[in-house]
């Protein structure tokens, strides 16, 4: 516990403080947790201290790694992995700066290495003013040992909704692949995993040539999803979706004590509902993508720490977030694919605990529904039918603060 207690670990995103993450940067931690936009900012920044941080490293983890191409921005990512793989530790740059030095220790200026049109000193992991050969040959050895692990909880299953399949040239890809699979075995390489399209989409872009497997940990019981969540479907007229959401929030307020997330589809609806259930006493706060990175921080905060029970999402809040004590995650709106689905369910039932994910659907919702329900084992979706008179029996209360909202939006928007 000692020695992992001494691990250094820097975290690089956007919307914090440059400067705070050079000096990170600069005292080269251990383990570096970065988002791609911002680290390519830092190696064009500071590509020197960068590349103490880039070079050599042990593993590499691309985390969500299906959403970070899909997002387009592997060409940042690109730049990034290039860095990593070529640039950081370029074998014949090493062996010409070592002969074009009769010192190394003397000699620095030879000691560098060219990266978009820059001079850029070599790194090496002992005394950063010298260029000794064992420090090259452990690097050499570091990058054909190196292992990198790619990791999503839709990274193997391609689901009928995915935004994948609406784009031409992955079709024309699945098309490709399945021509491939039926071949017989005997043409097929011996030692040739087998992926699924997604995967071998991504890899593509990644051009890793290491020996390639994949761990599945998904299970057949519920689909993608752990084993620990329970699946609830509820079904209302569009119009009364609200008090649906408020039955189901006030069930759950009045038996724990623990946190719930709602999820929208739009950040205008995020700001109403927030407002609306304000207005009814409850404890909310929001999360959007129109909100600066520290304003995000404090309302997760907020949230984690149990000062604000619930949390009103859109899907900024789908990925990436670990927070203890959520066990209900309820769709007000269905996601626009499947995928996005699973990631949002997978706020709560983490690291084995409970938890319970609840889609507030209506007819416009029936066609996408359709497509969802195919991607469970039959009967694995509970259907909730409350009574009436539960759901409406503070339906007054919330038309004064539906009311309320559209006034003081109104008011915004004038003032």
């Known amino acids: 516990i000692e020695e992992y207690s001494k691990v250094k670990i820097a975290s690089i995103i956007g919307g914090l403080s440059k400067e705070k993450q050079l000096r990170l940067v600069s005292k080269i931690p251990n383990v570096v947790i970065a988002t791609p936009g911002r680290l390519w900012d830092l190696i064009q920044t500071e590509p020197t201290s960068s590349l103490r941080m880039l070079a050599g490293i042990k593993f590499l983890v691309l985390d ?26 370029n074998e014949q740059s090493i062996l010409s700066t070592m002969s074009n030095s009769v010192n190394p220790q ?25 260029l000794p050969v064992e420090i090259i040959n452990e690097l050499k050895r570091r990058a054909k040992t190196r292992r990198t692990i790619i990791v999503s909880a839709t990274l193997t299953k391609l689901s009928g909704t995915s935004r994948m399949m609406n784009n031409k040239k992955f079709r024309s890809m699945i098309k490709r692949i399945k021509k ?29 040539k290491n020996e390639l497997k994949v761990i599945d940990l998904t299970t057949d ?43 929208v589809n739009s950040i205008n609806a995020s700001r109403k509902l927030t407002k609306i259930l304000i207005q009814l006493g409850n404890k909310v706060t929001a999360l959007h993508s129109h909100m600066r990175q520290v304003q995000r921080i404090k309302k997760l ?67 996408r529904l359709t497509k969802y329900i195919r991607e469970f084992p039959p009967n694995s979706i509970v259907n909730l039918d409350p009574e009436p008179s539960k759901i409406y029996e503070n339906k ?18 004038e003032g």
Do not use: W
Not at 194 to 200: A, C, M, N
Not at 228 to 233: I, M, Q
Not at 403 to 410: N, Y
């Open 64 to 89: 969500e790694v299906d959403r970070i191409v899909e997002l387009g921005q592997f060409e940042e990512l690109g730049k990034v992995l290039n860095f990593i793989y070529k640039e950081a530790i």
């Open 106 to 130: 003397e000699n620095q200026e030879d000691e560098v290495i060219q990266f978009n049109g820059q001079a850029v000193r070599v790194i090496n992991e002992g005394d950063m003013e010298s």
């Open 180 to 208: 491939k699979n039926a071949k017989s075995e005997s043409e097929l390489s011996s030692n040739q995993p087998s992926f699924s399209p997604k995967v071998l989409d991504i890899l593509s872009k990644l051009k890793t």
């Open 221 to 263: 019981l519920k689909a993608p999803l752990p084993a620990t969540l329970s699946v609830e479907r509820v079904r209302c007229p569009t119009s009364e979706k609200l008090y649906y959401l408020l039955y189901l929030l006030n069930n759950k307020l009045q038996n724990s004590k623990s946190l719930s997330i709602v999820f």
């Open 301 to 367: 905060h907020q949230f984690e720490d149990g000062k604000r029970e619930i949390l009103i999402a859109t899907d900024v809040g789908a990925r990436g977030l670990d927070l203890e004590n959520v066990d209900l995650v309820i769709h007000f709106h269905l996601p626009r694919d499947f995928d996005t689905f699973i990631h949002r369910s997978g706020r709560t039932a983490r690291a084995g605990r409970q938890g319970k994910t609840i889609m507030i659907t209506d007819v416009e919702d029936s066609k």
């Open 396 to 413: 007054d209360l919330i038309m004064k603060a539906t009311e309320l909202e559209k006034q003081m939006h109104i008011a915004e928007k």
